[in-house]
Each structure stands twice: as C-alpha cells, then as structure tokens.
C-alpha cells in the first residue's frame, strides 16, 4: 500500500510553515460515495438547526466516503478541528478515516477518534453499606476537538497542504452523530519549560535559594 506513518510524515515536512488563522470547510456542500458492497441504505444529510436553516451534517451509514472541498490560501501544515454532536444510539467510539485528496496522508489517519463525555451516576450501597461503583451515562452535548495521535506519542496530528483547492474526505465506521463544523487551523502555541526559564532569567529571576529538601 505505500502509506508511511506519521513520524516520518511530519519528519517530510518538518520546516513547513504553520500559516495562522482559521479556515472553514462547508459541511453543507459535499459528495457521498457509497461502500463498495452497496447494502447499507445512507440516511445522511443535511439538518436544520431551531431556526429551520441548513446548518450541518446528519451523518449515518457506516463506510460511506463523505467528501468536502476546502480552498487553502497558504501551502503550510494545519491541524484538523470538528464541531460534532455524538447521537447516543450506542457507546463505542467513533471512528473514522480521513483521506487528502483521495489518499490516506499515512497510517494514523485511518484511525482517528472522536471523544464522547460521560458522567457518573448517583453512588448505591449494597447491603453491607458498601458503595458500589456508579453506572457512567453519556452526555448529550456539542464537542469541539482537533484531531490527534491516539498513541500519545505525537499530540495534535498536521496535515500538509500545499496552496490551492483540495478534497477532504472522511469515512465513518457507523456511530452516528452530527457535524456542524470543520476547520483547518492551528493548535494553541504552548511555551517550552526551557523557553520558560529563559523568560525569568531575562528579567532577573534568580534560583531559590536555602530550598527546603523533603527527600
């Protein structure tokens, strides 16, 4: 198959530019491709939101290849943002593919997740006035999250994307829920304990001294 992973993906493209800003990609305008063996009847489409306009994404039947198209003004990496409602017809997770342009960008785009939110239910006792564990219930709510390494290894997963129009594809493994939004973006710049330090020495900062020692 050829697809590489995503060390040495992002290792190809290690001093692209990250261009800054938000880009949206129109959820309403899309084209569906159906799985290859042709027997799920898709009900996917699009929803009206309170006020009765077209608003987003109703996606439902598993495999089918669901695909956008997003003008990028700078050639550049970008990390990929949903805005998403998880329907509660089940608890699995939900996971889907994302091709650029028709292919897999590398390994771990064919297994991205999607999180889901539970809460805990009222603490019971049992009959020896033990608590027993509570029952975790799924919230109904809008989430926001950009795509990431599932590994931990990697954090927030880069697409390469060169100036131009391009094709985003996205392919569901049959947990419905709904999309409102995609975006290509950046995540939020997080400053490194070493560019820290050099921040304080520049103003002055000195070591603590007589530091109290507890082991």
């Known amino acids: 198959d050829g697809v590489i992973n995503y060390s040495k993906y992002i290792q190809q493209y290690k001093d692209a530019a990250r261009p800054e ?7 309403t305008q899309f084209t569906i491709e159906q799985p290859a063996n042709g027997t799920i009847q898709s009900e996917t489409g699009l929803y009206e ?3 009765g306009s077209e608003k987003g994404l109703n996606i439902d039947a598993k495999g089918e290849k669901i695909t956008f198209t997003v003008d990028v003004p700078k050639t550049g990496l970008y990390n990929v943002g949903m805005k998403y409602f998880p329907q509660i017809e089940t608890n699995n997770q939900i996971s889907f593919s994302l091709y ?4 897999l960008p590398f390994v771990e785009a064919n297994s991205c997740l999607l999180d889901r939110v539970f809460k805990n239910g009222t603490v019971e006792q049992d009959k020896y006035g033990d608590d027993l564990r509570p029952q975790a219930t799924q919230i109904e709510q809008w989430r926001t ?3 990431r390494d599932q590994t931990g290894i990697h954090g927030m997963l880069q697409f390469y994307l060169e100036e131009g129009t391009h094709e985003i594809t996205v392919s569901f493994e049959g947990c419905p829920l709904l999309l409102e939004a995609m975006t290509l973006t950046q995540e939020e710049y997080v400053i490194s304990y070493q560019d ?3 921040v304080y020495k520049q103003k002055g900062y000195e070591n603590a001294q007589n530091v109290l020692e507890l082991f």
């Open 196 to 198: 820290y330090i050099s």
């Open 49 to 51: 939101n309170e006020q």
């Open 145 to 147: 999250q950009m795509l």
């Open 100 to 103: 650029v342009d028709g292919e």
């Open 21 to 27: 800003g938000e880009i949206s990609i129109d959820v």
